[in-house]
Structure formats: C-alpha cells, structure tokens
Nanobody
Framework: QVKFVESGGGLVQPGESLRLSCVAS????????IAWFRQAPGLKREGIAC????????EYADTVKGRFTISRDYALNTAYLQMNNLKPEDTGIYYC?????????????????WGRGTQVTVPS
C-alpha cells in the first residue's frame, strides 16, 4: 500500500504563501496521477488540485485556481503544492493521494488511503 507523508503546513497570515510537500512511498508505477485534498473543520475532504498521467494536464478546484500550483518530481516520488495569497477559508488539513480520478471540474479519491496530512491555518 502506498504511504504518504505530507509536510510544509503552518500558521500564516492572509496573503502569505506556503509550499507543501508530499512524499509517496510504495508506488509501483513509474507514472501515476496525483492530487491534493484538504479538509476544513466540520467539512468533507475536497479535491483541490490534481495532475494527470497523460500529458501531465492539471486541474484545479475553482476555490484555489489562480492561487495554488501543483507540481511533481517523479524521481523523488514527491508532489508539491505552492499556495499563494492564502485566505482564512484555506484553513484545513491538506492531504495527497495517488489513486485518484482527475477530471475536468472533478477530483476524487478512489481509495481510502491517507497520510496524516499537514495543517494549514490562516486566521481571519
């Protein structure tokens, strides 16, 4: 089973930036889709960014489009999420996953396999 270790979260002020990292171990494919999810307090986990295997096409949720950037390094089995202009509504625990459906306007995890996540807090 793939294991995920997310890091890079923290407490930042509105308008500031953070860069999250996710190391995926136990991946057997050379290329795979990857996505970032977040879970705000009291809400369901939502997909916010993903990268497809085919041509590395990227999809973003409308709530983060233009502010967040997903990237990856296959050699390191690591994905990144650059988050700029952070807002209080970005507060939550951020997770990554590889067994995902990455489609236009739709990002979904296909397996209930999660790391501990990394906490991002943006006070209002």
């Amino acid at each position: 089973q793939v294991k995920f270790v997310e890091s890079g979260g923290g407490l930042v002020q509105p308008g500031e930036s953070l860069r999250l990292s996710c190391v995926a171990s136990g991946v057997t494919s050379e290329r795979y889709e990857i996505a970032w999810f977040r879970q705000a307090p009291g809400l369901k986990r939502e997909g916010i960014a993903c990268m497809k295997v085919k041509d590395d096409k990227i999809e973003y949720a409308d709530t983060v489009k233009g502010r967040f950037t997903i990237s990856r390094d296959y050699a390191l089995n690591t994905a990144y999420l650059q988050m700029n202009n952070l807002k209080p509504e970005d507060t939550g625990i951020y997770y990554c996953a590889t067994d995902v459906l990455c489609a236009d306007d739709f990002i979904m995890a296909l397996e209930d396999n999660w790391g501990r996540g990394t906490q991002v807090t943006v006070p209002s």
